[in-house]
């Protein structure tokens, strides 16, 4: 296949602050040449961020969104986060299958990984089935070194200065 057509893996993981705004730009970057995007949210709850509202209302025919997160695990009965985890890998798995998008955004995928809902197997297994034209992106923190080695493309988001550390809460349009 030529090189110019061949699908990425891409991946954006670290501690900081980024991921998913970059997944988003990077969708709305796709949208915005023509190509298909679907975006499955594995973690984030279904509250609807600027982000969601944005490309809903700017791209509804290109992206095509789902929630599959229940919200901050940490707060929740477990079986509550792994159900809902793994029909949203179910959808992912039928998304990717489907040869019907150019892009499809996977955030907080790295999470279902560190929590044992999905092995790093299963993960990159799919990525190899993946239709060969197909980018993928993956988001979250601790991205394993077997699928940091299998992406083409990773960058990592490095925390310096939050102002969470300073008691800030969440605002509006900068961090939801």
Not at 78 to 107: C, F, H, N, P
Not at 115 to 135: G, T
Not at 151 to 163: C, F, G, N, R, S
Request: net charge neutral; with cysteine; glycine share 10%.
């Amino acid at each position: 296949m030529n090189t110019a057509t061949q699908g990425l893996i891409i991946i954006n993981t670290g501690h900081g602050k980024g991921k998913t705004t970059a997944a988003f730009g990077q969708a709305l970057r796709a949208a915005g040449q023509g190509l298909k995007v679907c975006i499955i949210q594995f973690i984030k709850g279904q509250s609807k961020t600027g982000e969601v509202l944005a490309c809903a209302s700017a791209f509804p025919e290109q992206i095509e969104l789902h929630l599959a997160g229940t919200g901050f695990t940490w707060q929740q009965d477990m079986e509550t986060v792994k159900k809902a985890a793994l029909a949203g890998w179910q959808l992912a798995r039928e998304k990717i299958l489907s040869d019907t998008y150019d892009l499809i955004v996977l955030d907080e995928l790295t999470y279902l990984i560190g929590f044992d809902l999905v092995s790093e197997e299963e993960v990159i297994s799919l990525c190899r089935e993946k239709p060969k034209r197909l980018h993928l992106l993956i988001t979250g923190r601790d991205a394993s070194q077997e699928l940091i080695e299998y992406a083409d493309l990773v960058t990592e988001m490095q925390a310096i200065k939050h102002p969470f550390q300073r008691g800030v809460k969440a605002r509006k349009g900068i961090e939801f």
